[in-house]
């Protein structure tokens, strides 16, 4: 939502966000494992990575007991709500700059 309200109102993030989300893939976690990342930075790329619990989440219900998984769902919860009430915050104020044809 929040991207859509970005792209909405400024151009350059219609243009330059499609090359980042493609980016953004290896980035947030679909490439590789939390576990795999050092333990003492381990925490940090969690809080600052959303996505990677959630892949995380998606991995441990396919391997199970296979692997270890680290995401934390209070904290991802939390976060997804954070950025849910932002981005309709921010649809609400985009309305007032809807051109309707």
Do not use: N
Not at 73 to 90: H, K, N, S
């Amino acid at each position: 939502m929040i991207v859509q309200v970005l792209s909405e109102r400024y151009e350059i993030v219609f243009h330059v966000w499609p090359p980042i989300s493609y980016l953004y893939l290896f980035y947030a976690g679909f490439m590789f494992l939390a576990d795999w990342i050092p333990s003492k930075w381990r925490d940090a790329v969690l809080a600052i990575d959303p996505p990677l619990q959630c892949y995380e989440m998606v991995r441990s219900g396919l391997f199970g007991y296979r692997m270890h998984a680290h995401y934390d769902i209070p904290y991802l919860t939390f976060m997804l709500a954070i950025l849910t009430v932002v981005g309709l915050l921010l649809m609400r104020d985009v309305r007032k700059h809807l051109e309707l044809e």
